[in-house]
């Protein structure tokens, strides 16, 4: 039994263009496109203020656009708001269950929001706790459960209407490893067994990692797209980090090693960084020619933050800003790596 | 797959039934909205009673525990409607709501459930109360329950209608306290509850008409004031036809709040 209704017929379940959000003079979102594949587990990476719970609040119908378009499930989110809600499961970055309620208490209610009730209502409750195993939980309390079981119970809620996309945001926020290894898991599960198409934004490397395809949005662009390995194999081998001295500062020993070797050296939160195929052989290299200068050196396969420091001359770290539209949304947390 | 429609009543259905679940299991709210005012009634009542003199009644019109009885009742209603659609405030922002504005909702789903929630809570605990009536020497006969009934319902809706007005708009419950302190309290003080409004001109006298919580509580008022000859008692009609109207106006006013925030520019 499949929890996916029929899709659109455009190819993608969501497709958003030249979208454009101010809230005074920030543009919150300044201009974004992008398109998630049915079936696809997308994430959206970003520092929080990057524009991504923005452009969560637009997908979700609530949030009107200043200019350009988004379609979910074959629809405007503006122009057949209702048809999209009916499509949509939504699941928010602070929890939406009753705590005073059971977990089936929440989902009875969850499910009457979008007219199901009856033997239909019951049915699908049944199918929605097995694939998210918890059947046998379904008359605990939800104030008494981990942060991971209510995630997971919340995202029950949203696979009653059996929607063509889910909308996640940050949906590890609170959540121990342990849990959120649980609730990826989970994720993938509905994915590969049910064809869930899922869009989530998150500010966590690790997360983004895991999904099918990776959108990374900063300062309310999409600055790189694709799937974490093409990103990653895009950075043109690994990354050397390098200590410096006091006496020397990182500015000048990056200046001497580009116009010594003419690799090009950048300096990113005082340390030099470089990119390079073949590390091993020119950290060894730089070690030797600079001893004095250099103080530590270490040589790691990119990231996903390499990504972004390539994409944009920054640390991720330092986006982390709380200039985030906080309409209606819990002041932004700290940025956890 | 669902139909994009606006639903109505099966949400408004499940609102309600939450309001009433999540009441029943919180029993600290029960006492709170109950307890208060008994305590205000014994309290108020016993200080106030050997020197209250109701001018537009009889000497012998009984003690000021039976006059207090009424607007009592309208309290136990306010206060049960705060404390239901308090939750409004942080339900919205980040709880249970959230959902709800995101589902293909008619704009009258959100208000409707949570008016009739609050008004079945608010009844509930009006009718709890009048258990104490026959112990203040006001006995209630099926004439008195027949009359108190509709007045409860509507007096319940409007004051349910009062607190989610004042709720969906706000950020956080500081601010409801604050508008409850000076503006829902004064609203029931001044509308003959606590003390007779003076008849005549003056801005008293104008502050009682123009309250639409006066003529709740005179509908309660004459209700048990009533005897059991044929035809309504003075007052009782006005009294519920102008609540019936306050409670609609609250209703569309709600209706319109909502539509207006489901979507945000």
């Known amino acids: 039994m499949s929890l996916q209704s029929h899709f659109n017929t455009s190819g993608h379940a969501i497709v958003v263009r030249e979208l454009v959000k101010t809230f005074g003079e920030r543009r919150a979102l300044d201009g974004i496109s992008l398109e998630v594949r049915q079936g696809e587990l997308f994430c959206l990476l970003g520092p929080n203020g990057g524009g991504k719970s923005t452009l969560f609040r637009v997908l979700a119908t609530l949030l009107l656009p200043d200019s350009g378009t988004a379609e979910v499930a074959g629809h405007d989110v503006i122009a057949a708001a209702a048809e999209v809600r009916s499509r949509l499961g939504v699941v928010f970055q602070s929890p939406s269950l ?115 395809r990776v959108g990374i949005v900063s300062a309310g662009k999409l600055v790189a797209l694709g799937t974490p390995e093409e990103l990653t194999s895009a950075i043109g081998g690994d990354v050397i980090s390098l200590g410096v001295s006091k006496e020397t500062g990182a500015d000048q020993l990056a200046a001497t090693i580009t116009a010594k070797t003419g690799i090009p050296a950048t300096v990113v939160e005082g340390e030099v960084r470089i990119e390079h195929a073949e590390a091993y052989a020119l950290a060894s290299r730089l070690a030797g020619e600079f001893p004095k200068e250099i103080t530590s050196l270490r040589i790691a396969r990119p990231t996903l933050e390499d990504v972004f420091i390539a994409r944009t001359g920054r640390l991720f770290a330092d986006q982390d800003v709380e200039t985030n539209d906080t309409a209606g949304k819990p002041a932004a947390k700290k940025k956890k790596r | 797959m669902t139909k994009p429609t606006r639903l109505l009543w099966t949400p408004a259905i499940a609102f309600w039934w939450r309001d009433v679940i999540r009441f029943l299991r919180q029993r600290n709210r029960i006492i709170g909205a109950l307890a208060t005012p008994l305590v205000f009634w014994l309290l108020i009542g016993s200080g106030f009673g050997p020197s209250f003199r109701n001018p537009g009644a009889a000497s012998d019109a009984g003690s000021y525990l039976v006059y207090f009885f009424p607007g009592t009742l309208v309290l136990i209603m306010l206060f049960t409607a705060i404390f239901s659609t308090i939750s409004v405030i942080e339900d919205r922002r980040e709880g249970f709501l959230q959902g709800a504005l995101v589902a293909p909702l008619s704009p009258a789903a959100i208000p409707l459930g949570k008016f ?57 419950t500081q601010g409801f306290h604050a508008i409850m302190n ?84």
């Open chain 1, 98 to 212: 009753d705590g005073k309620l059971t977990i089936l208490e929440n989902l009875r209610c969850g499910g009457a929001l979008y007219g199901l009730r009856g033997a239909v209502l019951e049915s699908r409750i049944t199918e929605a706790t097995k694939a998210l195993n918890l059947t046998d939980r379904l008359n605990d309390l939800v104030e008494t459960l981990s942060g991971g079981l209510q995630r997971r119970a919340e995202i029950a809620k949203c696979l009653l209407i059996r929607p063509d996309v889910l909308l996640l945001d940050e949906p590890s926020t609170g959540l121990d490893p342990g849990a959120r290894l649980d609730l990826w898991a989970a994720l993938e599960q509905l994915r590969s067994e049910h064809g869930v198409t899922a869009l989530c934004t998150t500010h966590l490397m690790e997360e983004a990692a895991r999904a099918d």
């Open chain 2, 116 to 172: 009739l929630g609050g008004t079945t809570l608010a009844v509930l605990q009006a009718a709890l109360f009048c258990v104490l009536a026959p112990l203040a020497g006001m006995p209630i006969g099926w004439h008195q329950v027949a009359l108190l009934l509709p007045a409860f319902v509507l007096v319940g809706f409007a004051m349910t209608g009062l607190g989610f007005l004042v709720a969906w708009p706000m950020d956080s």
């Open chain 2, 182 to 265: 000076i503006f829902l309290m004064p609203l029931w003080m001044m509308s003959g509850a606590l003390f007779p409004m003076p008849a005549g001109t003056g801005w008293l006298y104008w502050v009682g008409v123009l309250n639409p919580v006066s003529y709740g509580v005179t509908a309660i008022r004459s209700a048990f004031a009533s005897g059991h000859g044929p035809g309504l008692p003075a007052g009782y009609l006005v009294g519920l036809s102008v609540t019936a109207l306050f409670a609609a106006v609250m209703f569309a006013i709600s209706v319109n709040l909502v539509a207006k925030r489901s979507r945000r520019n």
